[in-house]
């Protein structure tokens, strides 16, 4: 850990209005008698720069982890009844993938009542052990008994790293677990890769999309990032199945809650942009509400589903399930047609995995055009309306 120390001696005879006004930050303050640095300071080092003899950045030596200890990649498995969410598969593949490079295996940790023939589904996806808690507390999510489980698996198994799922459940219990065992937690990861060291490479959009983090967090372990749904890809379901199951148990009082479970009342089923193979989306360009019907009108022709961008949601013309981005959701499409979207990076960072990408706009500069495969400059008034023409023409001529 680094922070900056004031040698007070030094600052004998100096301004303390000098050395205040050094900081950007505003971080150096002074009670009259002594200066002192507050929790503003961002290590820019500009004070230790100007003022050499009053400050000094020093860096404390880490004690460094026995990395020997904690082996392999442990999954969470995020469940609702009988049905395992699809974005548990997708981290079991990149965690395989990862596992290869440094020889780790892979893990699924699965808890809740009566989940036995989801862990016999799991080792149809390479996993080289999944280790369930099965027990009657575990039926609904609750908050404490989860963590408890999830700190009592890592305990006995000494993961190195742990992949949780971007859900209501994952973003909930991560954090908790992480906090647990004081090591680093990264959200929202759009990259993961693993060094030969077992350090997790870290990468995730950071100040509003407008600068890619790298974190890094080596004198920890486990190491723990989230990740969204439709950021990598699931492997394909194997006939055969590998490693096998194993029953673990906790007692019962670690298993208490202060939250009861009244009712579960089932949520009213949509189909989800995620899903969806083609996606038509509507951008800035569109000029009034009622125009979004010819976006419409294209994502039936095709199939699809119509998507929008922040400034729509904001003007209240759509769904905010039906936003695409940062703030929105992730999708992974076939084909993608982006109508008048200039594609800044925080609405890229939630489609640039689409296998086709067509992005239509009338400047010819657009952002958008980095990351697509067709571009179409022009209006979208003027393209749209003959798209849809040819479609129905190729659908009359095809019946």
Known sequence: MSKIIVHQNAVKGKSHDALIKVCPFNAIESDGKEISINSGCRMCKICVKRYPDVFEFVEEK????????????????????????????????????????????????LMGSKVGSMAEELLHYGADGVYLYDKPELLHFRIEPYTAVFEDFINRIKPSIVLVGGTTVGRSLAPRVAARFRTGLTADCTMLDVQKNTDLDQIRPAYGGNIMAHIHTPNHRPQFATVRYKIFDA??????????????????????????????KKKEKVKSIE???????AGRAFKKEDDLSIAYELADLLGGMVAVTRPLIEAGWADPRLQIGLSGRTVKPKLIITCGVSGAIQFVAGMNNADTVIAINKDPKAQIFSVAHYAVIGDIYEILPEMIGKLRALKTNNR
């Open 62 to 109: 880490v004690a460094e982890i026995d990395k020997s200890k904690w082996r392999g990649i442990a999954v969470y498995i995020d469940h609702i009844e009988d049905s395992i969410h699809p974005v548990s598969f997708e981290l079991i593949g990149k965690a395989r993938e990862m596992a290869a490079k440094i020889g780790h295996p892979v893990y699924c940790l």
């Open 235 to 264: 492997p394909e379901r194997q006939d055969d199945a590998s490693g096998k199951p194993e029953y673990l148990d906790i007692g019962s009082d670690k298993l208490a809650s202060r939250i009861k479970v009244l009712e579960v």
């Open 275 to 281: 899903d969806a193979d083609v996606i038509v989306v």
